[in-house]
């Protein structure tokens, strides 16, 4: 009932919409605001935009999760003994999740068992980045290195690039190297080319991070575009 009504109070081109477009470019001006300085009027918008970003991620956790999970525990303990197997992968996130908010009280706070859930969250978090890392950066860099062409092949330059994809990769591993080099002569040898072809590494690294940097740059820049046609066009209404 609630949907239908919201449906028929918020039709294409209805009272919602302009609202949505008064609110969205009234909490735009608040946020520019901050170009002058840290006003009162910046910290209400940020504190609008995390609070709603919380309330909106709180609902779909407790709609998603916490809803779906109250039947399936009350099922699997009214199907007890033969399915205590899946009353603990149900109960064991519970737990978890009540050491994490018993944080909140001063009484608890140091105890063992709320200490839990952050554990499992920092070591879940931790096992996630380094296999992201691992299997979505590195593997693939390797594996793109190795099948590179580094010989020329017909009338075309591309084997060029291939050396320089070559070098840069294996001059970014150099540039981490931290062995302290022996007293023989191939031993510093090969701590003098390791060491240049390491500052190598750390230039294409710079220019990594350049790139990262400017595409950083761009996104915000266009993002900062599109709220200003916002604000001239669809909520100004003017010619542009």
Do not use: E, K
């Amino acid at each position: 009932m609630m949907d239908a009504l919201f449906d028929s109070v918020c039709s294409p081109g209805g009272l919602c919409d302009v609202l949505g477009v008064w609110i969205a470019a009234l909490l735009t001006v608040l946020v520019f605001t901050y170009l002058i300085r840290d006003t009162f009027l910046f910290r209400l918008a940020s504190s609008l935009l995390v609070g709603t970003a919380i309330g909106y991620a709180s609902a779909v956790v407790v709609r998603t999760i916490l809803f779906p999970l109250v039947p399936r525990l009350l099922d699997d303990i009214l199907n007890l003994p033969s399915s205590w197997f899946p009353l603990l992968v149900d109960v064991i996130p519970i737990l978890l999740g009540i050491s994490i908010l018993i944080r909140l009280t001063p009484t608890f706070r140091t105890t063992t068992f709320s200490n839990l859930g952050l554990a499992y969250l920092f070591g879940i978090g931790a096992a996630l980045t380094i296999g992201g890392a691992l299997a979505g950066n590195l593997v693939p860099q390797l594996t793109a290195t190795m099948r590179i062409a580094i010989l020329p092949q017909g009338a075309g330059l591309d084997w060029l690039n291939g050396w320089v994809i070559l070098i840069g990769t294996i001059g970014s591993f150099l540039a981490f190297r931290f062995i302290q080099p022996g007293n023989r002569p191939w031993q510093r040898a090969y701590d003098a080319v390791t060491r240049g072809w390491g500052t190598i590494g750390r230039a294409f690294i710079m220019i990594a991070f350049g790139a990262i940097l400017a595409s950083l740059i761009l996104a915000r820049v266009s993002a900062l575009v599109g709220q200003l046609y916002f604000l001239l066009h669809d909520w100004l209404h003017l010619p542009i």
